[in-house]
């Protein structure tokens, strides 16, 4: 049995499904701990439902035998003797590390963001994300709002570019070392001159959950924008206008990625921050379609 962590926000929860219809396109067993990701992380919850995605729930006792963290009284007696015979595995780094796929009993902690970790799944998945999957499921209490609907009409009728500002706990002191001075003003200035000087009548549509800081940027910017905005918002229902404008500029979040990859217009330009993370190296979750742009002060 293999057995996937959910964990982090939807662009991760993305992520994390679609190496789990890998696994399944191979004939692995293997099932979706979907609680011990999010038990100290209280803003973020499983959230693969709004597009009618089910999965293999993993059994209790398979993450217990797996991890061997059984609190039997034995158990622990034979662990403080023995050691531990966890069978887990932390994603050490951002390569693509295909000897996961050799593996037949183990329990995945990860976020797996390159699609090279869905080759075979890759046009199921685009379904199973896509606009179709998210209006189907209005009756469950998803679909997208008189909102969300009336600005996927503009954007569908525009040469619409999404540009999304990635704010919030990127931007607080203590991970500036990891995502600071990266998705900049200047990055994302020469990221708007790169489409415009080749589609100068589009209209920008901005994402953001940073609004103190875009309405700042937004100010020196004289172009044809549009803020994204409305009380209430679901992230499924962003991640969704996003993916229906025909170029994308992206934050380097997992979020955006996304968004651009579920992009299914045929003459789209996708914009990347050329480094992705402070430190790492991201060389796998770029794609043949991005064109990245130096991350400048």
Known sequence: MIIIQMAGGLGNQMFQY???????????????????????????????AAFGIVYERAASDEIIRITDSSMAFMARVRRKLFGRNNHSYFEEDKIFQPQIFGWDDVYLE????????????????KTEYGLDS?????????????????????????ESVSIHVRGGDYRLPQNQALFGDICTKEYYRQALEIILAKHPDSTCYL?????????KWLGEYTGNMVLVDWLGARDYEVLTLMSRCKHNILANSSFSWWASYLNDYEDKMVIAPEKWL??????DIYRDDMMTVGACR
């Open 207 to 215: 994402f953001t959950n940073d609004r103190m800081w875009t309405d």
């Open 134 to 158: 998210v209006l189907h499921n209005k009756n469950q209490g998803y679909g997208l709002s008189q909102q969300a609907m009336m600005y996927l009409e503009q954007i569908e009728r525009t």
């Open 278 to 283: 402070n430190g790492w190296d991201c060389r």
């Open 18 to 48: 679609a190496l789990y219809k890998q696994f399944i396109s191979m004939g692995k067993s293997v099932s979706v701990d979907d609680e011990a990701g999010f038990r100290e992380d209280a803003q973020r919850n499983p959230a693969l």
């Open 110 to 125: 990860g976020y797996w963001q390159s699609e090279k970790y869905f080759a075979d799944v890759a046009e199921s998945l």
